[in-house]
Nanobody, 125 residues
Framework: QVQLVESGGGLVQAGGSLRLSCVAS????????AGWFRQAPGKEREFVAS????????YYADSLKGRFIISRDNAKNTVYLQMNSLKPEDTAIYFC??????????????????WGQGTQVTVSS
């Protein structure tokens, strides 16, 4: 099991940017794909983005392509989510997740993944 700790959330005005970080510890992060999900108040958790363990392939929710960028630095055991042109509807708790493999869709299987505790992102209008 991999322990994941997110950081970088906060309050930002619409149109602004934030970069979330997810640091892994415990078992080696090598070989783990990773990704981000989010859950807004009163809504179900939704997929945001994922990246293979080499960083060579990335996947995004269609609605977020072009605004969000996922990346990783395996030397630092860290996965990032750069969020640009933020909108009030991006307000949510953002969770980092990791798993040995991605589904054929490029997404993480939530029931199989290790999870962080989440970081709050609030976008004001």
């Amino acid at each position: 099991q991999v322990q994941l700790v997110e950081s970088g959330g906060g309050l930002v005005q619409a149109g602004g940017s934030l970069r979330l970080s997810c640091v892994a510890s415990g078992r080696t992060f090598s070989g783990y794909s990773a990704g981000w999900f989010r859950q807004a108040p009163g809504k179900e958790r939704e997929f945001v983005a994922s990246v293979t363990w080499t960083g060579g392939s990335t996947y995004y929710a269609d609605s977020l392509k072009g605004r969000f960028i996922i990346s990783r630095d395996n030397a630092k055991n860290t996965v990032y989510l750069q969020m640009n042109s933020l909108k009030p509807e991006d307000t949510a708790i953002y969770f980092c997740a990791a798993d040995r493999r991605l589904m054929s869709t490029g997404r993480l299987e939530p029931s199989r993944a290790d999870w962080g505790q989440g970081t709050q992102v609030t976008v004001s209008s």
